[in-house]
């Protein structure tokens, strides 16, 4: 696993999450800037080294499944590059129809400012524009202020989408006719108004009373937008059984998530905290074969840590 993959000419570069993030379109397609006008990641988590992680965990195991049936090892390769541009298939992929009323737009757009020497945040303004699905698909798929907090809408059927038109009286509202012009201004406008008058309404319960009336009305995709540092404590999260408690050595009590999966015959768990620096060096290396004269030769030129002043290695 690195940063920009193994062939490309960009493959020997140093790089990071943000960086790749950057590099590949992830930053921009947040379309967030600072007080100064510079870009600004929309994601508070590592999504490119998470999203590599796991996608290469994935390609061991089936390599190992694949051993187990040819006895025939092989290479598995993992990059940020690759697990960001698989992230974003639907903005990066070439479509000729929609590419002609969109994106090819939207890039004459860019490349006129940019030649001109705009700057970022005219660029975000340019690219946001056009980019996405619609404001009359919006309605239904995007976020609202709640009257405690933000809440989502996240229909993509018209089944979903109808049941939130119930709820919110906007059973008028036409963006599901098969002549709609998502580009008509015109259009655009009265979604905009829509918009609007689906706020002031929302405003007026909690997101809890809006998932009720939801449930009621037939039901649709909404939430209320929480916190990543609340999850830990979430009733459904914790019955899940997605938080484990577990001990480390040096910071003591600790509540982590959970194994990605479950299973049933090999039952998935969280056996320890994560390591000190060092701790299991030796035990790894004495398993791929390495000598105990050439760990210690190692050892004595700084290239391993010793860790044999630290607790039982277990």
Do not use: C
Request: aromatic share 6%; proline share 5%.
């Amino acid at each position: 696993m690195n940063a920009f993959g193994f062939h490309g000419p960009e493959a020997p570069r140093a790089g990071s999450d943000v960086v790749v993030q950057a590099y590949t379109g992830l930053i921009a397609g947040g379309g967030q800037v600072d007080e100064d006008g510079a870009p600004r990641s929309a994601l508070s988590i590592a999504l490119a080294d998470h999203m590599t992680g796991t996608a290469s965990a994935m390609g061991i195991a089936a390599a190992l499944y694949h051993r187990a049936q040819t006895g025939e090892g092989q290479l598995v390769r993992g990059s940020l590059l690759r697990s960001t541009l698989f992230a974003q298939g639907s903005a990066v992929m070439r479509e000729p129809v929609t590419d002609a009323s969109s994106r090819d737009v939207m890039m004459a757009q860019l490349e006129a400012i940019r030649a001109r020497g705009g700057d970022y945040a005219e660029q975000v303004a340019a690219h946001n524009e056009r980019r996405g699905l619609g404001a009359g698909f919006n309605l239904y798929y995007g976020g609202y202020q709640a009257k405690d907090g933000g809440m989502f809408f996240g229909a993509l059927s018209p089944a979903g989408r109808d049941t939130i038109r119930r709820a919110v009286g906007a059973e008028t509202e036409r963006s599901d006719d098969p002549d709609y012009d998502v580009y008509d201004p015109d259009n655009i406008a009265e979604a905009r108004e829509w918009k609007r008058t689906i706020q002031e309404l929302i405003r007026t319960r909690t997101a809890a009373e809006w998932r009720a009336i939801l449930d009621e009305a037939g039901g649709a995709p909404v939430s209320q937008v929480q916190f990543a540092e609340e999850m830990s404590e979430d009733e459904h999260v914790q019955a899940e059984g997605m938080i484990w408690d577990i001990e480390h050595e040096i910071t003591g009590p600790q509540r982590v998530v959970g194994p990605i999966v479950e299973m049933e015959g090999t039952p998935t768990r969280v056996p320890q905290a994560a390591p000190p620096l060092g701790r299991h060096t030796h035990e790894i290396l004495e398993e791929l074969g390495v000598a105990e004269e050439e760990r210690a030769e190692l050892l004595a030129a700084g290239v391993i840590r010793d860790d044999a002043d630290g607790p039982s290695r277990q």
